[in-house]
């Protein structure tokens, strides 16, 4: 007997992929994608930048294209000295989400702007790598 299901056409993977990152494009708080550089013993070295949204490109000063390949700290000097990196291996190692309400972050994108200011900032755990989002709550002045 047959089914009584009407049959669908089912999105392959290659439009869902477009349909999430349109998704993401639309939201107006900025969002990041990277994945975990390792060395040959496993251990975390660094952040890769594999997506940002539109929104992340407007607050960093930078053109998407120019800020995807990044280095984390390529794009923010400070981003090692000021904890975030720690922060954001701890989630991808343990998978324990991180949310900061008043976080404060004094840096300047580089080739871009100054980004210093209070923050609500989330990140969880994506693959070998992170998923993020930020809110300035209010900005500072950049020093000197």
Sequence with gaps: MPSPMIRRNVTTRPELDARLL???????????IASAIRDRD?????FRLEFVNLAAADWAGVP???????ITGELLPE??????FDTLAEVVE????YHEVG???DDAVTGGEWVGGIYDMR????????????RRQAATSKPG
């Design 79 to 84: 981003f090692r000295s000021s904890g975030f």
């Design 94 to 97: 343990t998978g324990v989400p």
């Design 123 to 134: 990140a969880i755990r994506l693959g070998d790598g992170y998923f993020s989002t930020w």
């Design 64 to 70: 998407r294209e120019k800020m995807i390949g990044l």
């Design 22 to 32: 349109a998704l993401l494009d639309a939201i107006d708080e900025p969002v990041s």
């Design 42 to 46: 496993g251990r975390l070295l660094d």
């Design 103 to 105: 976080a404060q972050v």
